[in-house]
C-alpha cells in the first residue's frame, strides 16, 4: 500500500506522506481483482481506481489483454450503490476508452443511469456515453440528449452542452439539428448553462458570418446574465467588429456603445473583458481608448493581484501605440512598483518607462534602483531594454542612465542578463557620442570582475576599435593589461590584439605596448605567445623593418578579402603536406547564396552583434574582383553592389542569379551561374541582354566564362554605360547562350564536339534604389539641423488607398532604398499617423535626409508629407522626382 515519503524538512514535526509513491503497474493489476469479490469493498475498489488513473495519466500503457481485463472487472462495480464508486466508475471507463465491441457491455448501463433519478448519475453517465459512442449509438440516444439540455438540473444541462461541444469535432450535423435546445438553454437562469449553451451555439454558427453577426445582435441587448457568458460575448463581438469595420459615413463603429456599456457591469471579470477588447480593436481612437482607460486605472488600485495585473499588462500593450492615452495613469503605476507582485511591479516599470517624459526619468531610476534586486534575470532584461530605448529617446538623460546600468551590471546575475545590460551600453557608446568616455570606462570595470569569457573578449575587441579615438586612450592600457595577467587564455589572447591595435593607432603609446607585448612572449599559452610575436614583428617591436603604417591598420582593423564561405571549404579541402596551406589559393569570388538557404529578414542585431557601419568583406570583395578585370578597370570606384537577384527557380537545370554594381557612369551586371546536371560542361558561356526597354543604358562589354563544369560556381559579366550622375531605371531581359557537351560519367571527360543552346532567364529592373546606399546616423536630429535648410525641399503626395499605414511606410522606403533611422520603420498597431527618418548615400556620395509624415483617414487613404535635407539641391530634387514617379 502507500509508503511514506522522505521529509522535506528535518526541523518540521509533520511529516509528509504521497499515496502514489512506489506504485507499480503489475502490483495495481493484482489489487484489482477487488472488483471480482462477491462483496464489493466500495472504499478499497475507490482506492485501486484511483491507482490505476495515475498510471494512465503518468503515461503508462496497458496492453490489449490488461485494458480489456481491467475494463471487464470494472463493469461489475455498476451493481454497487455507493455514488462515490460509481463517479470513479465513469472516470476509469472514460479513460480505457474501450473498442466498439467492448462499449456494447456498458451500454445499457450508462443509458440506465441516462434516466436515473439521481442526477449526478444522469450528468456523468452523459459525458462518458459521448465520449465513448460512435455515431450509430449516437442518433439511437439524440432524443435523450435534447431533452437533457433543457433539464431543469444545471449539473445535467452542463454536461450535454459540454459533451456537444466535443461531439461538434466528430459529428456535427447531429449536433447542429440541436440548434433550438441550445438557443432555449441560452435563456437559462443557471451561469454555467447559458456559458456553456452560448459556446456552443457559436461554434455550430462559426461558419456562418451573417449568423454569427445576428446571434450577436440579439444577445447584446440584454439577454445575457453570466458573467463568463457575457465575456464570450465580448470576445464574439470584437470578433464582428473586426470583421465588419468602421461606418463610412458616421464614422461610427457598431456595437461598441455594447463594449462601452460593459464597462459598468457588476462584475469584474467583464468590465476587465470589455476594457481590453477596446483596447485591442483596430484603429482604435483616443475618444474610444479613454472609458477603457479610466475603469483599468481604477483596477490599479484594486485590493486583488489578479486584477492589479491584468490591468497593468493592458494598459503596458497599450502603452506601445497609444503612450499619451496611458500617461494619466502613471501616478498610480509608480504606487505599484512596490508591489509584492514582482510581475506587478515589472510591468509597471516598463509601462512608466513608455510613457514617462523626460522630467520623469530622474525620479524613476531612483524607484528602479530600489526595484531591481528584488526581481527574476528575465524581469531585469525586460527593464534594461526599457531604459535602453528610453535612453535613445532623451539623449540628453545618457548620465543618469549609463550610471544605472553601470551599478547593475556590478550586481549578481546571469550570463543574458550581463549581455543586455553591456549590449545597451555599447548601443548607447554608438549612437551618444558624449556617452562614449564614460561608457568605455563601465566596460572596463566591469571586466574587471567578469565571470563570462565571451563578454570580456567581446567588451576587450569593442574596446580595442574605440578606445583608441577617446581624448585620453592611455588610461585603458590598465586594464587590458590586467586581462593578461590575471584571466584565462581565451581572455588573453583577445587582450594581446586589443594592446596591438592601440599601439597600431596611438604612436606615443608604442613603446609601453611593446614592454607589455615581450612580457606575452613567455605565456604559457601557445596562441597568446604567437599573438605577441605577431603584433611585435607587424608593429616594429622586434627591431625589424616594419610594414607600412597603412598596411598595419588595414591588418588590425581592416576586414578579410576573402568570403569566409570560401575559405572554410578551401581549409576542408586541405591536404596536410609539406607545402603549407596557401591563403592566395582561396577564391576570392563571392558565392551566390542558394535560395534555400536565404534567411528571412529578422531584427537588427543590436550591441556587440551589431554589423560595424564599414563597408562589409562581400562588398570588398566585389570591388577587388571587378578592379582585376581589365574590362571594367577604368570604370573607377564601385559606388554600390546589390543583393544577388534569382533569375531563375529553385529546382531547374541552371542556377543563375545577378548582382548590380553601380558606378558613376556605369553598371555591371554580374551573373553567377549553376551547372546542376552532371552529364553536362557548358563552355563559352554568356548572357545575352535586351535592354529594348531601358533607354538610358548602352552595352559597351562583357566577359564569357569559358567553362561551366558540373556544380562549380562560375561569373560571367555584362557591362553598360549611362549618363552620368544620373538615376537611371530600366527593365533588361537576358539569355543565357552557351555551347553544351556531353560528359561521359565513367570517365568524367566531356565530349569533344558541342552543341550551342540557350535558356531563357527571368527579367530584372534597375530601379532608383540602387543608387542609394543605406548609412545610418545616430542622432537624427543633430545630424538633420547641422545639414541646414540651404538645400531642403518639401512637398505632399496622395498615395491612395493602402491596407494600413505601415505598407505604405514600407514601399517609400523600398522605393527610396534608404535606411530608417532610430526605429521610426515600425509602425504602431492602430496608429492613424506615423513619422519616419530616412538617412542614405546617393550616387556621388551626397549625403541624404529624409522626414516623412504619413496619415490613413477611414477611407484608408494614405496622404505622405516628403522633407528632403541634403548636400545637393539637384539630389533634393531628385528624390522627389523619384516619389512623384514611383
Not at 456599456?261 to 481590453?276: P, Q
Not at 526595484?371 to 534594461?384: G, N, Y
Not at 564601385?638 to 553601380?662: D, G, Q, R, W
Not at 540651404?790 to 523600398?814: H, K, M, Q
Request: hydrophobic share 40%.
Amino acid at each position: 500500500m502507500a509508503q511514506p515519503l522522505v521529509k522535506k524538512d528535518d526541523d518540521r514535526d509533520d511529516e509528509e506522506y504521497s499515496p502514489f509513491l512506489g506504485i507499480e503497474k503489475g502490483a495495481v493489476l493484482q489489487e484489482a481483482r477487488v472488483f471480482n469479490d462477491p462483496q464489493l469493498d466500495a472504499r478499497r475498489c475507490s482506492q485501486v481506481i484511483t491507482k490505476l488513473l495515475y498510471l494512465l495519466n503518468q503515461g503508462e500503457t496497458f496492453t490489449k489483454v490488461e485494458a480489456t481485463e481491467v475494463f471487464f472487472s470494472v463493469t461489475k462495480l455498476f451493481q454497487s450503490r455507493d455514488i462515490g464508486l460509481r463517479r470513479m466508475v465513469y472516470l476509469i471507463i472514460k479513460e480505457l476508452s474501450p473498442s466498439a465491441d467492448e462499449v456494447i457491455i456498458v451500454t445499457s448501463s450508462l443509458m440506465k443511469d441516462m434516466n436515473s433519478r439521481t442526477d449526478m448519475y444522469r450528468a456523468n453517465a452523459i459525458r462518458v456515453l459521448c465520449r465513448i459512442t460512435d455515431g450509430t449509438l449516437l442518433t439511437q440516444i439524440e432524443r435523450y440528449l435534447k431533452q437533457a439540455i433543457v433539464d431543469k438540473n444545471p449539473v445535467v444541462a452542463s454536461a450535454a452542452l459540454v459533451s456537444g461541444i466535443h461531439l461538434l469535432q466528430t459529428n456535427p450535423e447531429i449536433v447542429k439539428r440541436w440548434s433550438n435546445e441550445v438557443q432555449e438553454a441560452i435563456q437559462s437562469r443557471a451561469a454555467l448553462v447559458q456559458f456553456h449553451a452560448l459556446a456552443l451555439l457559436h461554434q455550430i454558427r462559426q461558419n456562418d458570418r451573417l449568423a454569427v453577426s445576428k446571434l450577436v445582435t440579439s444577445l447584446t441587448k440584454g439577454t445575457v446574465r453570466s458573467p463568463l457568458a457575457q465575456c464570450l460575448l465580448i470576445r464574439y463581438t470584437s470578433q464582428v467588429i473586426r470583421e465588419s469595420g468602421v461606418n463610412t459615413q458616421t464614422g461610427d463603429r457598431p456595437f461598441y456603445d455594447y463594449l462601452e456599456g460593459c464597462l459598468r457591469h457588476k462584475a469584474e471579470m467583464v468590465i476587465f473583458e470589455a476594457a481590453r477588447a477596446i483596447t485591442e480593436l483596430s484603429g482604435v481612437t483616443t475618444r474610444e481608448l479613454t472609458p477603457a482607460i479610466t475603469v483599468l486605472q481604477l483596477f490599479l488600485s484594486s485590493s486583488k493581484p489578479v486584477l492589479r495585473f491584468a490591468a497593468v499588462r493592458t494598459l503596458n500593450k497599450v502603452a506601445m501605440t497609444h503612450p499619451m492615452a496611458v500617461t494619466n495613469c502613471n501616478i498610480d503605476m509608480e504606487s505599484l512598483i512596490s508591489d509584492q507582485n514582482r510581475s506587478i511591479a515589472t510591468l509597471a516599470i516598463t509601462t512608466l518607462l513608455k510613457t514617462g517624459n523626460e522630467s520623469s526619468v530622474d525620479r524613476l531610476m531612483k524607484q528602479i534602483t530600489n526595484f531591481m534586486s528584488d526581481i527574476a534575470d528575465e524581469f531585469k532584461i525586460v527593464v534594461v531594454e526599457a531604459i535602453r530605448s528610453l535612453c535613445l529617446k532623451f539623449p540628453l538623460k545618457y548620465r543618469s542612465l549609463m550610471n544605472f546600468l553601470s551599478n547593475i551590471l556590478r550586481e549578481e546575475g546571469g550570463f543574458e542578463y550581463k549581455k543586455a545590460i553591456v549590449d545597451s551600453i555599447v548601443i548607447l557608446i554608438r549612437d551618444i557620442p558624449d556617452a562614449k568616455e564614460s561608457g568605455l570606462l563601465h566596460l572596463c570595470e566591469f571586466i574587471e570582475d567578469c565571470e563570462f569569457t565571451y563578454l570580456s573578449t567581446q567588451i576587450l575587441h569593442f574596446l580595442g576599435n574605440e578606445g583608441p579615438k577617446t581624448s585620453d586612450p592611455s588610461k585603458y592600457i590598465r586594464y587590458i593589461y590586467n586581462r593578461v595577467i590575471l584571466e584565462n587564455a581565451t581572455v588573453r589572447a583577445s587582450a594581446v590584439s586589443t594592446l596591438a591595435k592601440f599601439g597600431a593607432m596611438i604612436d606615443s603609446l608604442k613603446p609601453r605596448i611593446f614592454i607589455l607585448l615581450r612580457r606575452c612572449l613567455f605565456d604559457n599559452d601557445d596562441e597568446v605567445r604567437d599573438r605577441a610575436t605577431l603584433y611585435l614583428n607587424t608593429l616594429g617591436g622586434d627591431g625589424s623593418v616594419v610594414e607600412t603604417d597603412k598596411d598595419v591598420k588595414e591588418f588590425l582593423f581592416g576586414s578579410l578579402d576573402i568570403p569566409l564561405t570560401n575559405m572554410e571549404t578551401s581549409l576542408k579541402n586541405y591536404n596536410p603536406s609539406e607545402e603549407p596551406f596557401d591563403i592566395d589559393s582561396v577564391p576570392k569570388e563571392v558565392k551566390s547564396q542558394p535560395l534555400a538557404e536565404k534567411k528571412a529578414p529578422g531584427k537588427k542585431p543590436t550591441g556587440l552583434g551589431a554589423p560595424p557601419t564599414v563597408p562589409t568583406s562581400a562588398a570588398d570583395a566585389y570591388e577587388r574582383l571587378l578592379s582585376s578585370i581589365p574590362e571594367f578597370a577604368s570604370f573607377g570606384k564601385l559606388f554600390k553592389s546589390s543583393a544577388p537577384v534569382e533569375l531563375t527557380e529553385a529546382e531547374t537545370e541552371y542556377a543563375v542569379n545577378v548582382v548590380k554594381h553601380i558606378f558613376d557612369r556605369h553598371v555591371v551586371f554580374h551573373y553567377n551561374c549553376t551547372n546542376t546536371i552532371p552529364e553536362q560542361l557548358l563552355e563559352n558561356v554568356s548572357v545575352i541582354v535586351d535592354a529594348s526597354e531601358a533607354e538610358e543604358f548602352s552595352e559597351i562589354g562583357s566577359k564569357p566564362l569559358k567553362s561551366l563544369p558540373y556544380d562549380t560556381p562560375g561569373q560571367t559579366f555584362v557591362a553598360f554605360e549611362k549618363p552620368e550622375g544620373v538615376p537611371a531605371v530600366g527593365k533588361f531581359s537576358n539569355m543565357l547562350r552557351f555551347t553544351v557537351k556531353e560528359v561521359d560519367p565513367s570517365t568524367g571527360e566531356a565530349e569533344d564536339d558541342g552543341v550551342e543552346d540557350e535558356y531563357q532567364l527571368e527579367d530584372f529592373e534597375v530601379v532608383a534604389a540602387d543608387y542609394m546606399v543605406k548609412v545610418g546616423v545616430s542622432n537624427f536630429r543633430n545630424a538633420w539641423e547641422s545639414m541646414g535648410p540651404d538645400f531642403e525641399r518639401i512637398d505632399e503626395y496622395g498615395l491612395g488607398p493602402r491596407e494600413s499605414l505601415a505598407e505604405s511606410v514600407n514601399t517609400v522606403i523600398n522605393l527610396l532604398g534608404m535606411q530608417p533611422c532610430e526605429g521610426t520603420e515600425v509602425v504602431p498597431t492602430n496608429s492613424r499617423s506615423h513619422s519616419c527618418l530616412l538617412s542614405g548615400l546617393y550616387i556621388g556620395n551626397v549625403k541624404v535626409l529624409v522626414r516623412l509624415s504619413f496619415g490613413i483617414d477611414a477611407s484608408k487613404e494614405v496622404a505622405m508629407k516628403l522633407a528632403v535635407r541634403s548636400e545637393d539641391e539637384n539630389v533634393s530634387d531628385t528624390i522627389h522626382e523619384i516619389v512623384a514617379s514611383g
